[in-house]
């Protein structure tokens, strides 16, 4: 479980999540670490991931270690569509491999949101669903700006849409078309990111408040105990036309101090 968001303003994209894997089985859960690393620095481009934290017994961060491996020195990756293409099929030949073709569950188990610059020098982010693999191109650029979240969505949800309409959709409730628009007028009209430190601002903000609001919260009356699957540090990184560069990153300390879950005091971005 995860809460994965990307920003982008003109001068680049902001790729950030949080620190949190969480192990599931029926009805119980527990957390498993908060030092797990979900935003990858892959050359020219950033890679944030959502869903499955382990491919069998493979982590993810270890997979990109073969994934980066198998294009080292490869010319043609230096476009954002090629590289997302690329990095789909590797993984959804690991996931396959190890679940096997057939494998279904519902929505994406394992997606990414990848970020880099074309060859017009424009920056996009483009997302990956795996198994499939299934590639597409977001509305969020560069050239237009704006904001997307992906994993555990809720929080964000209520806090800019107003509604979670997932969270009803599920419960079955069922508004006629002028509550329906009602509804949708509560949304926040974003001021999308101007410069790249509010790009930084934003994400920070909206990762910052899932993990903040699951910590003090136990769900809903219509989704009672929610999994508290976001925690740790924000981890995140900038995406520009000259490459990345890392705003926060959860780099190995010594030991933490007892009773410290987090790894720490957290650190200025």
Partial sequence: MTIVVAAASPDGIVLGADSRTTLIDGQR??????????VFDLGNFGVATYGQAFVGDRTINGLMDEFIATTDGDDA?????????????FFNE???????????????????????YDAVGIGHAWEIGIPGP??????LNTAERGVLWRGQVDVISRLIKGVDWY?????????????????????????????????????SFLVRTTIDMQRFSDGTPIQPGLIPGCGGRTQMLAVTRSGVEWVSRRWLTGPSRPGWAEGGAEFDA
Avoid at 33 to 38: I, L, Q
Avoid at 176 to 185: F, G, H, I, S
Wanted: glycine share 6%; with cysteine.
């Fill in 29 to 38: 859960h527990r957390i498993s670490t908060d030092a797990a690393d979900k």
């Fill in 77 to 89: 990756c230096s476009d954002v569509e090629v590289f997302t293409r690329k990095l789909a099929e």
């Fill in 94 to 116: 690991r996931y396959e491999a190890e679940y096997g073709p057939d494998h279904a569950e519902p929505g994406w188990p394992l997606g990414f949101i990848v970020a880099g």
């Fill in 134 to 139: 299934t590639v597409g191109q977001t509305n």
């Fill in 167 to 203: 969270a009803l959709n599920a419960a079955e409730v069922d508004f006629d078309q002028e509550v329906d628009t009602a509804l949708e007028r509560l949304q926040y009209v974003l001021l999308l990111p101007v410069t790249l430190q509010d790009a930084v601002d934003m994400t």
